[in-house]
């Protein structure tokens, strides 16, 4: 189908809790000098002009990344992400790129890490590729995200992280995400997977959960961030990412990032957040 494009969402509160999620745990994984192995599944052009008519269209920036831009009192892991957003606008004087996960993620790489990135849609891989045909110790692919983790693990590296955040467009979505999760973990145990999942209908979101219970995977996260209360009407009411074998600082981070993200981003009080594990280790 092939429909979606982040363009139209680019900054909005599921990227920023995304982000900072992802940022954490490349963090934590820099803390080696060894190298490290990052696979982005579905990772769209990389970044994004939020001047666009796409992202001017919804605007949703203005309720995710516009609120930090310029807090004066920014909790110290939210100020590390906002400044990896600062760097591609030249300083920060004004908010016009968002950076996605690729992006991010090649402003934190070091020269002993290595990253592939993979993107199907046939407008948006081109813009990808572009973007980091420069890059040493990064290669785009245009191919399904979900068979790379088949393909290309365990990495030489024996450590890194998958970040899995398909756009949820087709419902065979949420079960490609699971037996894509079985796959890569059959041949990489010890890697760090993250797989963003938006809350639409919640129904769908406990069945993604109760699916990778059924898997036997230990150590499963859940974080999630709601702008207002579970709904049946149109529209993406929460966002969360389920990280297996997290970082053992994670689950504390989040506890205290996520009081200060619901009360910044969400001034209408309908915000709420939670840290739990699916199953612990």
């Not at 000098?33 to 939020?50: I, Q, S």
């Not at 831009?69 to 920014?74: F, N, P, V």
């Not at 785009?140 to 450590?159: H, I, M, S, V, Y």
């Not at 579970?230 to 929460?238: I, L, V």
């Amino acid at each position: 189908m092939l429909s979606y494009r982040h363009s139209f969402h680019a900054g909005n509160h599921a990227d920023v809790l995304k982000h900072i999620v992802q940022m954490l745990i490349i963090e934590n994984l820099q803390q080696k000098d060894k190298g490290f192995y990052y696979l982005d599944t579905h990772a769209g052009v990389g970044k994004y002009r939020l001047l666009s008519e796409e992202s001017e269209k919804t605007a949703e920036y203005l309720a995710g990344i516009a609120r930090l831009w310029q807090q004066k009192d920014l909790p110290e892991e939210i100020q590390r992400y906002v400044n990896l957003i600062k760097k591609l606008n030249y300083g920060g004087k004004e908010l016009r790129y968002y950076a996605g996960s690729p992006f991010i993620a090649s402003l934190m790489l070091r020269e002993q890490d290595r990253a592939l990135f993979i993107e199907l849609h046939p407008a948006d891989y081109p813009l990808l590729r572009n973007t980091f045909k420069d890059y040493q110790n990064i290669s785009t692919k245009r191919d399904d995200g979900f068979q790379q983790l088949k393909a290309t693990l365990p990495p030489k590296e024996r450590r890194g992280l998958v970040l899995i955040d398909p756009p949820y467009e087709l419902k065979e979505d949420y079960d490609l995400v699971v037996r894509a999760i079985v796959e890569g973990y059959k041949r990489f145990a010890t890697g760090i997977y993250a797989i963003w999942y938006p809350v639409v209908l919640r129904q769908q979101t406990k069945r993604i959960i109760k699916c990778l219970e059924a898997t036997g995977i230990r150590k499963i996260l859940q974080i999630e961030l709601a702008v207002r209360p579970d709904s049946d009407q149109r529209g993406m009411t929460a966002s969360g990412m389920i990280v297996i074998n997290p970082p053992w600082q994670l689950e504390s981070q989040m506890k205290q990032i996520l009081p200060y993200l619901v009360k910044t981003l969400v001034p209408e009080n309908t915000g709420s957040w939670k840290v739990s594990w699916i199953t612990p280790e």
